[in-house]
């Protein structure tokens, strides 16, 4: 590898990827058994020794062997021999192992607020009417300053509201208790798929995402996803969160001459699969302007159709596995891909891409310039880390010896929503009583005073003024902690919270 490419491979020449520009994005397709896991290795392994931090999710916990130093196997060393790979060598790569459920990394988390209603939705797979009355939940907590960090503070949030009923139809439009009913419901699905170890604090922190070693290594961070795997939703919208967290926090710059960060985003056709035109539009855009945050995605997918038009286009460096055209979608699929590459008269490039043995890939990227490279037919290179999963207890030992060790292994549950809005109720029952104990002393008074005088406060009345001294601690809190908070609270794109 020289100081600006990443070396991928060789046909006639060798392929490389140039770090300046890999923040113009990636894809890598292939059918399951070709090698993507590989090149996602070999691709993270040369980003790392470049000093740039890589993110992945490990779906079948393979990817994990990075953190390894790589065995002298026969058939790597043949390889390496076959494509003139001289200075092949075995090293470990700086890693960094991340679990939602905090069982094989540490834990990440992100606060209900920080998500927003817009990713919310998408997760719990809610109806139009029922991310309309999230979005007023969203609304009112943000203007009345109550903090939504975890799961129990939205669903105390959602009970509140079906109680202020009227008062929410006046201002913000109805919300049905069928609709309050059917989000609770959702809630208890979000939990069953383990979403509450999702939720809550301490909230990760993308700058963690980010490191660099001593000696100028970028940090591996690997996401354990064999288990997230097993609810599909919530892992594509958690990768969809960190993505838009990515772009809002960071500051542009530009185009660097090597990427800040590379995001592999896998199994990429979660994503998009069942997403609403909306929603699909601001991903576009996400995509779109992340690259000047000097951010590179790379999505890896089995079938190029997975990923819609207006992203693909996006996707200036290629690297395509084989596919296998046994069925009419299958041969649509090859030749979609043969279509996005700029051909090499040298070979028919739809059928190369059924050709394609293991560890072989048809490779086009941008060149310095950013044209798109002919498209070439390419023995991808060997790892230098372990090919497999690193055992269980050395992924425990590296989590110890992280550099983030006890930054998020432990929770904390501090005060927000759900006890803000117990201090309301306790507060509002206080004031009521209080009142009710005052104005039956004045009835009595006046009972003694003048008992042949009928009293003029009816129930009614009494009613009115219980209420309007309920309503008044409702509004006395929400406007403390609103100025306590300090300022209005902004969101981005995607809805998500934006902290700065």
Known sequence: MSDNTIFIGQSGKREV?????????GLVTGATGTGKTVTLQILAEGFSNAGVPVFAADIKGDLSGIAEKGEPRDFLLKRAEKIGFDDYGFDAFPTIFYDLFGAEGHPIRTTVSEMGPLLLSRLMGLTDAQEGALNILFRLADEEGLLVLDLKDLRALLA???????????????????????????????????????FGEPAFD????????????GYVSILAADKLMQSPQLYA??????????????????????PKLVFFFDEAHLL????????????EQVVRLIRSKGVGVFFVTQNPLDVPDTVLAQL???IQHALRAFTPRDQKAVRAAAQTFRQNPAFDTEKAITELGVGEALVSVLDEKGVPTMVERTLVRPPSGKLGPIDPAA??????????YGEYDKGVDRESAYEILQKRSAQRQVAVDEATRRMAAEAE??????????????????????????????????SVLFRQLGTALVRGVLGGLLRR
């Open 237 to 258: 919208t958690f990768l969809l969160w960190l993505m838009s967290e990515l772009f809002e926090e960071l500051p542009e710059v530009g185009d660097p001459e090597k």
């Open 17 to 25: 990827l140039y770090l300046s520009r890999a923040n113009r994005h």
């Open 445 to 478: 008074a006046r009972r003694a005073d003048k008992a042949s005088t009928p009293t003029r406060r009816t129930d009614s009345a009494t009613d009115r003024f219980v209420k309007n001294v309920a309503g008044s601690v409702d509004r006395q809190v929400g």
């Open 395 to 404: 992924r425990q030992d590296l989590v110890r010896n992280s550099p983030i």
């Open 316 to 318: 200036g460096n290629r």
């Open 160 to 198: 509140d509201i079906a109680t202020r009923g009227g008062n929410i139809t006046t201002q913000y439009g109805n919300v049905s208790d069928q609709t309050i009913g059917a989000i609770q419901r959702r809630l208890v699905v979000l939990e069953e798929q383990g979403g509450d170890h999702f």
């Open 206 to 217: 993308i700058q963690d995402m980010m490191r660099t070693t001593r000696d100028g290594r």
């Open 272 to 283: 998009f699969n069942d997403a609403p035109p909306g929603l699909l539009r601001k991903i």
